[in-house]
């Protein structure tokens, strides 16, 4: 394992398919829409598909101040994550030899859930400027009933498939 910009990235089985170079890894993140969030408690994992914004060392998410996500992270903080981007299937003559071209990213954190209203606003900026490209206006009843999930990330790493 090594560092890359303070995250430390683990090292992959099928060498000639990782991805070690920052900024290539943050551009799958930059191009990804979804985020799976995956949580477990008690030996059980969960996994849920969110939408999300990445600055930093940082991910942020927004959901409701209850429900499931939210009771497992204040049991079990520490999560992991997968995203993809330019995802395509690619045919051939013979069905075995059919496969996928993406690039992925896999990565552990630590989830902490963000109390401060204007840290909030912050979040919602970072989560809005990832899809539209600019920050929002949020109001103040938005804010107070939604929760923002801050994972701090400790470890990832990039995969390209295909051709």
């Known amino acids: 394992m090594f560092r890359v910009n303070r995250v430390r990235?683990?090292?992959m089985r099928k060498k000639e398919k990782e991805i070690q170079d920052r900024a290539e890894i943050e551009a799958v993140i930059q191009r990804a829409d979804i985020c799976r969030l995956g949580l477990s408690v008690d030996n059980r994992p969960y996994i849920v598909p969110l939408n999300f914004g990445f600055e930093g060392n940082c991910l942020y998410f927004h959901t409701a101040r209850e429900g499931k996500k939210?009771?497992?992270?204040?049991q079990n903080n520490a999560?992991?994550?997968?995203m993809e981007a330019d995802g395509h299937l690619v045919r051939s003559?013979?069905?075995c030899d059919w496969s996928m071209k993406y690039r992925s990213v896999v990565g552990y954190g630590t989830a902490s859930l963000l109390t401060d209203a204007e840290k909030k606003r912050r979040a919602l900026d970072v989560i809005m400027e990832h899809?539209?490209?600019?920050?929002?206006?949020?109001?103040d009843n938005l804010v107070d009933r939604l929760a923002i999930i801050k994972v701090e990330i400790d470890s990832m790493t990039g995969k390209r498939s295909g051709t």
């Open 79 to 82: 999560v992991c994550f997968e």
């Open 70 to 74: 939210i009771d497992m992270i204040r």
């Open 131 to 139: 899809y539209s490209g600019r920050p929002g206006e949020y109001p």
């Open 9 to 11: 990235m683990t090292a």
């Open 93 to 95: 003559e013979n069905p």
